[in-house]
T-cell receptor, first 114, second 113 residues
């Protein structure tokens, strides 16, 4: 039972390049989330998705694009990476998306933009 | 802007002591409250959730919620070195498109043998 996985786990890229971070979950959870974690800011929501083909912006969506063609996958794309996007990115999922539902986190992707 | 604030760390306690972690939130409409533990270099994992005023106990962990004061806390009794981690307070609220969590910055706890 893999749960929720992310790839790659580490990525180094250059300013201006496009980067896609992958997230895959095997629980058939309806809701999926992308967060970034930075010192001094904690975890901040980038985008979330209630179901396939339904996505919505979170607190810090600028510079990011998401898609969700299949329930189990929720890729995050940085169309033109900037140094300020250097961060640790966590994907999470939850069954129903209600306020009492637990979010389960993937292992994270550490992204460095040079 | 919904805010969640945690007591500044780092917090250091001796083994066997009680560690007290505190969190305040600004959105009175918040409905759910979570404590996540995050070891260095790892992802957050849920350790406690609480939805109504009062105390909730789970083993050595006790979560306390006071909605009138917009305050939630986590007590760790008989602290162990393995409890050394960053503890994240998260507050859930319903949005039109589903619930969302707002996280505090975290409090780093060190338990000294």
């Amino acid at each position: 039972d893999a749960g929720i996985t992310q790839s790659p786990r580490y990525k180094i890229t250059e300013t201006g390049r496009q980067v896609t971070l992958m997230c895959h979950q095997t629980w058939s959870h309806s809701y999926m989330f992308w967060y970034r974690q930075d010192l001094g800011h904690g975890l901040r929501l980038i985008y979330y998705s209630a179901a396939a083909d339904i996505t919505d912006k979170g607190e810090v969506p600028d510079g990011y694009v998401v898609s969700r063609s299949k329930t189990e996958n929720f890729p995050l794309t940085l169309e033109s990476a900037t140094r300020s996007q250097t961060s640790v990115y966590f994907c999470a999922s939850s069954h129903s998306g209600t306020s009492t539902d637990t979010q389960y986190f993937g292992p994270g992707t550490r992204l460095t933009v040079l | 802007q919904k805010e969640v604030e945690q007591n500044s760390g780092p917090l250091s306690v001796p083994e066997g002591a009680i560690a007290s972690l505190n969190c305040t939130y600004s959105d009175r409409g918040s409905q759910s409250f979570f404590w996540y533990r995050q070891y260095s270099g790892k992802s957050p994992e849920l350790i406690m959730s609480i939805y109504s005023n009062g105390d909730k106990e789970d083993g050595r962990f006790t979560a306390q919620l006071n909605k009138a004061s917009q305050y939630v806390s986590l007590l760790i009794r008989d602290s162990q070195p393995s409890d050394s981690a960053t503890y994240l307070c998260a507050v859930g609220s319903e949005e039109t498109s589903g619930s969302r969590l707002t996280f505090g910055e975290g409090t780093q706890l060190t338990v000294n043998p």
